[in-house]
């Protein structure tokens, strides 16, 4: 996978996560957790 894929992935699954969750701390711990 080169950089792009992985940039483009990380922005659809942040993109995700903010979608699903109902609140902004929601989607921060969440980035968080996937960022670990």
Known sequence: M???NV???L???ILEILEK???LE???E???N???
């Open 2 to 4: 080169n950089e792009m």
């Open 7 to 9: 940039s483009e992935a």
């Open 11 to 13: 922005v659809k699954a």
């Open 21 to 23: 969750c109902k609140t």
């Open 26 to 28: 929601e989607a921060k």
């Open 30 to 32: 969440s980035i968080r």
């Open 34 to 36: 996937l960022l670990k």
